[in-house]
């Protein structure tokens, strides 16, 4: 199983980035995959997930409208891959952000990262 982000990187507040995971050695069929960070000295915390059938969920408090996740266009999302689009970025979204699929119906981020896949992380840096 492995999951391969990208798309992290610096950017200025106010700025946008898009993040992208691409899974292989499961089937996405019957679960949620999506996106966790992780801040310097803070707890982890979910930001967004999505079914296999496309319902989004939103960690309200964190995204606050400002993130849209998505998956692969292709039929039934064949190609495992999700998509997170972050917009007016600000410095507190400065983290590690992890692409996981939690082992269903479980959403938090210890099941995630101890009983679900998870991914090595990209950086998300938002400074001027």
């Known amino acids: 199983v492995q999951l391969v982000e990208s798309g992290g990187g610096l950017v200025q507040p106010g700025g946008s980035l898009r993040l992208s995971c691409t899974a292989s050695?499961?089937?996405?069929?019957?679960?949620?995959m999506g996106w966790y960070r992780q801040a310097p000295g803070k707890a982890c915390e979910l930001v967004a997930l999505?079914?296999?059938?496309?319902?989004?969920?939103?960690?309200?408090?964190v995204v606050k409208g400002r993130f849209t996740i998505s998956q692969d266009s292709a039929k039934n999302n064949a190609n495992n891959t999700v998509y997170m689009q972050m917009n007016n970025l600000a410095p507190d979204d400065t983290a590690v952000y992890y692409c996981a699929a939690p082992p269903p119906p479980s959403r938090s981020c210890t099941g995630a990262r101890e009983f679900g896949y998870w991914g090595q992380g990209t950086q998300v840096t938002v400074s001027s």
């Open positions: 999505i079914s296999y059938d496309g319902t989004p969920y939103y960690k309200d408090s």
């Open positions: 050695g499961f089937s996405f069929d019957g679960r949620e």
